[in-house]
């Protein structure tokens, strides 16, 4: 080999170190496990960094409200517990289970959508989207986007054959979005509208439906939000000040200039955890919609991309999840439900460093909020469950034991999946030669019943025998 041809030292030795740093995740990686270890870790450093996140953006609000710089992270602490509750019995279910009643799931939701637009319901910030019992406070919205991914998955998947055929694609998961649809935007809630959306179109993108589909959805999407945009004006002002943000930077575009102010005070480093100045009151709704900004101030630029190195870590693994497996309903429930939590943590985030318009939709684990926790954290139980669920993981499982988090957890060993059993087509009656028509019926009337069972298990040579008697 001649000096030209020659890999340079320098350039040889920088690929063997980043091959000596990948190796050894890529061997993890491999591992049975690898996708249900990989997702808890995330899960748990989303719950916690959440919390810490929580408490230093509402203290001072909380202590101007109720006297103790406590009282919000103390109700976040007890949503965490009771979203840790749903999380291991999303992680114990069968997935038999959740096809089974997914239906009942969906009523229950459509019924409680109903429910929450009559005097039951609660209007709070200006949407009547609210069930408050015993002082909790939940929107049943955030329930129905779950209930409504488990049942349209289970749909779709046993129609997949039927897939290239528009009425069987649409009916009935379109008409029930689109009822849905209408009654939260009746609440009204369009950032809950809009993840619904996200829902539908995972759904039917995982699917395999055409892609001229989605053109088509996307158009009518799109001609929908500026028709609502247009029938009410604080709609019209959140598009005006998302198009030209110092147009009313004391009204409208108040809240989204603010949060740019603190993520430019953060900088690199950040003013340091609990040092920020935006949760003085000048930067309202900052424990919830708006909790990223206090991030980027607090913990600069390197806190937030932590924040989005996590939930790219949740997209990834979540598509391994989806990928891995083979049943074809773990695969598009797992597709579906990543692409709504990371969809939702990137409007959020867009909106916050001014790249989309307002929306009010939170920050999956970090925001503050009792429905959007815990359903958050069924997503994960989910998720976890169907990673216990890998081939690979289930044969594991089977011959090594539950390992140290199944025993610690208590988790039952996932059944492999089993493909529907394919029913053979009815074989036609062979008809009879001209001149031999009593003969043949007579045959077929004697040992035509028989003769056809021997042939659904002996396959030609049946054939054959049925030839021979007619002849």
Request: charged residues 15%; proline residues 6%.
């Amino acid at each position: 080999m001649t000096t030209a041809t020659r890999p340079a030292p320098k350039r040889a030795a920088r690929k063997r170190a980043g091959l000596g740093v990948l190796s050894p995740l890529t061997a993890w990686l491999t591992r049975p496990l690898a996708s249900f270890h990989l997702l808890l870790a995330v899960f748990g450093l989303l719950t916690i960094f959440g919390l810490v996140m929580v408490l230093s953006a509402s203290s001072v609000d909380a202590f101007n409200k109720d006297g103790s710089s406590y009282s919000v992270f103390s109700k976040q602490v007890m949503y965490c517990l009771a979203g840790l509750g749903v999380f291991y019995a999303a992680l114990r279910i069968p997935v038999r289970l959740m096809r089974r009643y997914s239906l009942i799931l969906l009523t229950i939701c459509l019924g409680l959508l109903v429910a929450v637009l009559t005097p039951l319901g609660a209007n709070i910030n200006g949407a009547k989207s609210w069930f408050v019992v015993a002082g909790v406070s939940f929107q049943p919205v955030e329930f129905a986007k779950i209930a409504f991914a488990l049942w349209g998955a289970h749909v779709l998947v046993t129609k997949r054959g039927l897939m290239t055929q528009y009425r069987h694609l649409l009916v009935p998961v379109v008409p029930a979005a689109l009822l849905m649809f209408t009654l939260v935007m009746m609440q009204p809630d369009l950032g809950s509208t809009i993840t619904l959306f996200i829902v539908l179109l995972a759904l039917l993108w995982f699917a395999g439906a055409p892609l001229r589909l989605f053109v088509v959805m996307l158009l009518g999407a799109v001609t929908g939000g500026v028709a609502l945009a247009m029938v009410a004006d604080y709609r019209m002002a959140r598009l005006t000040s998302f198009l030209d943000p110092l147009g009313d930077p004391s009204g409208s575009g108040y809240q989204a200039r603010q949060s740019l102010f603190a993520l430019a005070d953060g900088g690199l480093f950040g003013r340091g955890l609990g040092q920020g100045w935006s949760k003085w009151q000048y930067l309202p709704n900052v424990h919830n919609d708006f909790i990223f900004a206090v991030i980027g101030e607090e913990l600069g630029f390197v806190g937030c991309a932590i924040v989005l190195m996590l939930f790219a870590t949740t997209a990834y693994v979540g598509m391994r999840i989806a990928f891995r497996n083979t049943d074809p309903y773990i695969r598009l429930v797992s597709a579906t439900l990543t692409v709504w939590l990371v969809g939702q943590a990137i409007i959020n985030v867009g909106y916050v460093v001014g790249l989309l318009p307002t929306t009010g939709l939170p920050l999956p684990l970090i925001s503050s909020g009792g429905s959007s926790v815990v359903t958050t954290m069924l997503v994960f139980g989910l998720l976890a469950n169907f990673a216990r669920h890998e081939p690979e993981a289930i044969a594991a499982l089977r011959s090594l034991g539950p390992g140290r988090v199944g025993k610690l957890l208590r988790l039952p060993t996932p059944a492999p999946y089993r493909p529907p059993a394919k029913r053979r087509p009815a074989r036609p009656t062979p008809r009879s030669r001209p001149g031999a028509k009593s003969s043949g019926a007579a045959a077929t009337r004697r040992g035509g019943g028989s003769t056809r069972a021997r042939g659904t298990r002996s396959g030609p040579g049946s054939r054959a025998q049925t030839r021979g008697g007619h002849r």
